[in-house]
């Protein structure tokens, strides 16, 4: 299966994920939802903020232009909202998973289509 593959099959088919993309920790996009354009800036600090909290906290997440306001994270998982829409992130051993939902999915529903592929890529070495 391609890296686009889990986002198309994966990701956007749940229904639970309106745009998406998989990169690499070094801001590299390797697949991306069509009309998502975050940029590889962006997702640099991204990925510095599952390391580094206080930098989402003070300054929030901004993907695609959009900022929004971090709620929590841990050293796998970061989370964030702006108005009816959220963001779920997920840091693999190789990867990055980003996800934007929106009304009416709830955040748990997200998250539990992002960690679902986001384990199953760290059994298999990424």
């Known amino acids: 299966m391609s890296w686009q593959d889990y986002v198309d099959n994966q990701l956007l088919a749940s229904h639970c994920v309106t745009k998406a993309c998989i990169a690499g920790h070094d801001g590299n ?3 991306q ?3 998502f354009e975050v940029t590889k800036e962006e997702l640099a600090k991204l990925i510095a903020g599952f390391d580094q909290q206080d930098l989402l906290t003070s300054n929030g997440v901004t993907l695609a232009g959009q900022r929004y306001i971090y709620l929590s994270g841990t050293d796998r998982v970061v989370r ?6 959220g963001v779920h ?3 693999t051993t190789q990867a990055v998973i980003v996800s934007i939902y929106e009304d009416p999915v709830q955040p748990q529903q997200a998250a539990s289509v992002v960690e679902k592929l986001g384990d199953y890529l760290i059994t298999c070495g990424y």
Not at 80 to 85: D, F, H, P, V, Y
């Open 80 to 85: 964030a909202k702006l108005g009816r829409s």
């Open 33 to 35: 939802s069509k009309g």
């Open 89 to 91: 992130c997920m840091k």
């Open 29 to 31: 996009i390797w697949a």
